[in-house]
């Protein structure tokens, strides 16, 4: 069967590719191309006349990426009216992003880098026959599109996100006990177990299940969480008129304030998402509190050897105070300088990164441990966004935030060192939601 690929608004769907028009008095204008020259994305068509996202619209055609090809500095695919698409993708990133999946051999596996005005500079997928995993795999880039895993602790992002908006301060200590690989009733209120004291900054950036569960069940209304987790735009929907995947993510969260709840805000149920949005939620903090949308496609050629069609960065969305955005994103900093990730980033990293881990078992449809990375580098000036997924088996052999730190580094060097310096051992399984 021909696999299609779809952009609505810019975004990687499945049927036709068009681009959805720019709407809110919220929007503000598209970024300047080019985050940095490093990241350079694809080439346009010589002599191309630009055309702005509401005037896209008009653009509608089947973009086949079961036929994509590298041509010279970039990739193309084409365009079932016969044009050809020239794609944004950038070749060593890539071919990285397609290497390190092949290299953690997970049963499922994906990879999403993107510039900070959207642009797709790699999207890759990959599966294998057997359930545990292997060699033999095959691309399959629905992986980096659909939903298909638990958001897990990415999703503490958005439940610290909700509490900073309401009010509380993420430096403000909070006596806990536990948390590390569950969130129980007596978690949730003071309890003489209580020996510990940390701040929800502490708790984000260690992945500390009870402190973000408990603050969650004392300082928020499940309406609060919902909301907040709607405008970022992880129930399919944003303010305005902007369209973005229907694949962003999918939410279930409690309605009523019980355990359930607090589990739910700690990532442990109740939220799904895929690769893609993990990178548009990561670019949200990167651009403190706005969010870009995402686009595949640089240009189209004409079909008779004309100028083509040069397609521009679509309109940027608040979805984010500011100053919310960027106490998360300290949080996210923290994350790699002395949290969860920061065996892998705090010595090795080549710059500051800023970015959040996940760890989530399943069964079904077979066993996967849920390994999860989203975040931006260099923190201070963010040029590349990173979203990565492994379901690994429970022999694994490569971890979400280790293969995220592998394309920080190769979208920031020079293209000469691409060594694995990975800190853990193979197949070593880690039992903890972190």
């Known amino acids: 069967m021909r696999r299609v690929l779809v ?13 959805a028009s720019a709407g809110s008095k919220r929007d503000k204008p598209a970024a300047a191309a080019g985050p940095a020259a490093m990241i350079s994305g694809a080439p346009l068509v010589e002599g191309a006349q630009p055309i702005s996202a509401p005037a896209a619209v008009a653009v509608q055609a089947e973009l086949m990426l079961d036929k994509i090809e590298r041509v010279g500095d970039h990739y193309e ?7 050809r698409a020239i794609l944004t993708l950038d070749p060593k990133l890539q071919t990285t992003a397609e290497e390190l999946l092949d290299e953690a051999r997970a049963p499922r596996g994906a990879i999403v880098a993107m510039a900070p005005d959207g642009r797709i500079l790699a999207l890759a997928g990959r599966r294998t026959e057997d359930n545990k995993g292997g060699k033999n795999g095959k691309l399959d880039w629905h992986l980096a599109t659909d939903v298909w895993a638990p958001a897990a602790s990415v999703f503490k992002l958005v439940t610290a996100s909700a509490l900073v908006a ?3 301060d993420p430096d403000e200590k909070v006596a806990y006990h536990g948390g590390i690989r569950s969130v ?23 992945s500390n299940n009870a402190i973000v569960g408990k603050l969650a069940y004392q300082h928020l209304e499940p309406a609060q969480l919902d909301k907040v987790a709607h405008d970022i735009g992880l129930g399919g929907t944003l303010p305005g008129s902007l369209a973005l995947p229907a694949t962003f993510a999918e939410l279930a969260l409690p309605r009523d304030k019980t355990v359930d709840f607090a589990r739910a805000a700690a990532g442990f149920a109740g939220s799904r998402m895929s690769v893609l949005g993990g990178a548009l939620l990561a670019a949200t903090f990167a651009d403190e509190g706005n969010q870009p949308m995402p686009r595949l496609i640089a240009s189209i050629k004409s079909p008779d050897g ?31 300088n002395f949290g969860s990730a920061s065996r892998t980033f705090g010595k090795h990293a080549k710059v500051t990164v800023a970015g959040k881990t996940g760890t989530l078992a399943t069964n079904t449809p077979f066993y996967m441990e849920h390994s999860w990375f989203v975040g931006y580098a260099p923190a201070e000036k963010p040029q590349i966004i990173v979203s990565v997924l492994l379901g690994n088996p429970e022999n694994w052999h490569l971890r979400g935030h280790e293969a995220a730190r592998r394309m920080i580094d190769s979208a920031m060097s020079d293209g000469s060192d691409h060594a694995d310096v990975s800190d853990a051992p193979a197949k070593r399984r880690s039992k903890r939601h972190r």
């Open 184 to 206: 129980v009733e007596s978690n949730l209120k003071d309890d003489k177990r209580d020996s510990n004291k940390e701040s929800l900054l502490y708790g984000v950036a260690h």
């Open 166 to 168: 309401g009010g509380l």
């Open 306 to 336: 004309g100028s083509g069609i040069r397609l521009e960065a679509g309109a940027i969305k608040r979805v984010l105070a500011e100053n919310v955005a960027k106490a998360v994103s300290r949080m996210m900093v923290g994350t790699c």
């Open 7 to 19: 952009l609505t608004g810019g975004v990687v769907l499945a049927g036709v590719a068009m681009f």
């Open 77 to 83: 695919a084409p365009l079932a009216d016969g044009r």
